[in-house]
């Protein structure tokens, strides 16, 4: 969800995309490694690490989990609790966007709520104009009409503004 407030942001105006990517870049080299953070929760030992990283240099493409998996070092549900560990330890687009001094505190929080409002009223409104197929299942329409989110209004413009923004 921290990815579609960004995008939200975006096409708000209230964010440059560069912004944006740089946000999502900052997030991205915040995050440990898979491999720091199994060592320190015990999943794994330093020695299998390092057996890992060696097999993942030989093979690029296959994932460290993946690899971990095949070597049966750990199972699927420690996989698992091990990549909401690894999204735990990566600040939200909405903690960044505070941090860097592009929104307030206030500014985010209110904006937050905008999105997820207007995420709730388009998926409801999009449930509901779909016509049901003989199984009553909704189909997909093309005449379904996109909704226009509402600008939240600020007592000041979020610092974050360039001049294309503004006019």
Do not use: W
């Amino acid at each position: 969800m921290s990815l579609k407030f960004g995008i939200y942001l975006v096409e708000q105006r209230v964010i440059s995309p560069e912004q944006f990517c740089g946000l999502v870049k900052i997030q991205q080299e915040s995050m440990m490694t898979l491999a720091s953070i199994a060592v320190r929760k015990n999943a794994l030992s330093i020695r299998q690490v390092s057996t890992i990283l060696d097999l993942h240099s030989e093979n690029p493409e296959k994932l460290f989990g993946d690899i971990a998996l095949e070597l049966n070092l750990i199972d699927r549900a420690q996989l698992n609790q091990l990549l909401h560990a690894q999204q735990a330890t990566c600040p939200s687009i909405r903690q960044l966007l505070i941090e860097c001094g592009l929104l307030t505190a206030r500014q985010a929080r209110v904006l937050f709520m905008h999105f997820e409002k207007n995420v709730a009223k388009m998926a409801s409104e999009a449930a509901r104009t779909r016509p049901a197929d003989a199984t009553g299942t909704p189909t997909p329409s093309s005449n379904s009409e996109t909704l226009a989110p509402r600008q939240p209004k600020f007592n000041s413009r979020p610092a974050a503004t360039s001049p294309l923004q503004n006019s």
